[in-house]
């Protein structure tokens, strides 16, 4: 499966963005899928997860209760509702897909996801 994330901007401290990652190919719905971020200079951190059909979510302490991950499978397509951004929020933002949710959510900084898609930055000023 192929991902492509988009819907990254500037905001200021305080605003909401509204990522989307489209994918290409068969199956999107046997996919769990997650967000990811990376600050420069910094590993790439965990943000949520989703499962297949989206039955079932999962986020990093940070952004619980300021992001909303959710899917549809019609449309191949998953998304992150970002509200109440803080400067700290700012980084890539990738999507990645993988069949295992129960290892995502399990051990989220360590299991290494099977497909990635290129970024989108979100730069949130203060």
């Known amino acids: 499966v192929q991902l492509q994330a988009s819907g990254g901007g500037l905001v200021q401290a305080g605003g909401s963005l509204r990522l989307s990652c489209v994918a290409s190919?068969?199956?999107?719905?046997?996919?769990?899928m997650g967000w990811f971020r990376q600050i420069p200079g910094k590993e790439r951190e965990f943000v949520a997860a989703i499962s297949w059909i989206g039955g079932s979510t999962y986020y990093e302490d940070s952004v619980q209760g300021r992001f909303t991950i959710s899917r549809d499978n019609a449309r191949n397509t998953l998304y992150l509702q970002m509200d109440k951004l803080k400067p700290e929020d700012t980084a890539v933002y990738y999507c990645a897909a993988d069949t295992d949710f129960g290892s995502m959510v399990a051990a989220p900084s360590d299991h290494v996801m099977k497909y990635w898609g290129k970024g989108t930055l979100v730069t949130v000023s203060s």
């Open positions: 190919g068969r199956d999107f719905s046997s996919y769990a």
